[in-house]
């Protein structure tokens, strides 16, 4: 939709982004999400756990958010502070990565009669429970700082939920904790 806007209006859009980089401030709309539920398949549709909650937000602040994770990808990768071994979250590379290699090592280790022993972790809700505070301690002590710092900071901060079911929609809820469901970032 953004892509067919007329060049004098992506101008104006390309200006106010740079204004919110420039005033580290975000509309207050692009913090607000209207969860959904949609049925998973084959699931039975009276169990809570049958849907997969959808966060819906304003595609001007997805696109702005897009902008940013670029910048942040592009620091961590000119400063090599992920470590080689993550394929996750990164540019041309793929959490089968280590699918592959963990394959290879099995049928080497087979080759020469001997077993693996794998184990795998699996945290519930990881990203649910990230604590914002300790989020921005850490992206500090990495390096990060100045616009792109407050731009997170900003960003998880004063963020809030509405549930919409059939056209019913629950009062809004404030979230402290968490990275926000269905974001870019």
Not at 36 to 65: F, M, N, Q, W
Not at 70 to 75: A, C, I, P
Not at 94 to 108: F, R, Y
Request: hydrophobic share 40%; charged share 25%; proline share 5%.
């Amino acid at each position: 939709m953004i892509r067919r806007f007329p060049e004098p209006m992506l101008e104006v859009l390309l200006q106010f982004y740079q204004h919110c980089w420039a005033s580290s401030k975000l509309p207050s709309a692009w913090k607000n999400a209207l969860v959904i539920a949609l049925p998973k398949d084959g699931k039975p549709r009276h169990l809570p756990t049958s849907y997969r909650p959808i966060s819906l937000t304003p595609h001007l602040g997805k696109v702005y958010e897009r902008i940013v994770k670029n910048r942040l990808e592009h620091f961590l990768e000119k400063n090599n502070i992920l470590p080689l071994c993550q394929a996750g979250f990164r540019k041309g590379r793929a959490c089968m990565e280590h699918v592959v290699k963990l394959t290879a090592h099995i049928k080497k280790a087979k080759a020469r009669g001997r077993t693996v022993l794998a184990t795998f972790f699996d945290i519930r809700r990881a990203f649910d429970t990230v604590w914002h505070g300790k989020l921005i301690q850490k992206m500090s002590n990495m390096g990060i700082s100045g616009r792109l710092l407050e731009f997170v900071q900003k960003f998880l901060t004063d963020r809030s939920m509405a549930v919409r079911v059939g056209q019913s929609i629950s009062q809004t809820h404030v979230l402290d904790m968490g990275v926000p469901q269905g974001s870019i970032i």
